[in-house]
């Protein structure tokens, strides 16, 4: 699947969608989504309109009717893999590790909302992290995100880490003025 380069502003609608979603785990509704991200709903309903035409979004019709992430939505927030993979802080149980670099945050097997797991790839050893432990990842360069999650498990021999994802954020950007 091609990379969808999506503004910024798309990126932080619909990383408040998913995280409503996440919650609630039915369709959206988008003043929900405009107070999240501080936005007026008018601004977010033609948003909106662009994500449906992405296929980032379904929009559900009738009173409890409002928006969904499709399983693409989870995709094109996958972050774009990192140039200077040192940018990315990684906390452990709320200690910064040093000598660890995210290169790479997979969200691609996301197809599960209620089972929101990330795939972090690092540069260093993950021996010293086990099941049940914290981690932040991020925030990210490019999309500012942060990843709060628990270690799920991990692939020792690739580095890699399977976190549980209980919260994702991504800043609302400052309007412009």
Known sequence: MSSIELT???KTIL???INLYGEQEDAVKGEDIAEEVNRNPGTIRNQMQSLKALQLVEGVPGPKGGYKPT???YEALDIQRMDEPADVPLQHNGELMAGIN??????SSVHHPELCRAEIHVQ????DFHEGDSVTVG?????KLQIEGTVDGKDDTSNVLILRIDEM???AEEPAH
Do not use: E, H, M, Y
Not at 102 to 107: A, Y
């Open 15 to 17: 990383t408040a969608l």
């Open 169 to 171: 954020r991504a800043p």
């Open 8 to 10: 910024s502003s798309q």
């Open 102 to 107: 995210v290169d790479g945050i997979d969200l």
């Open 71 to 73: 399983a693409n939505a």
């Open 124 to 127: 260093g050893s993950v021996r």
């Open 139 to 143: 925030p990210t360069p490019l999309s």
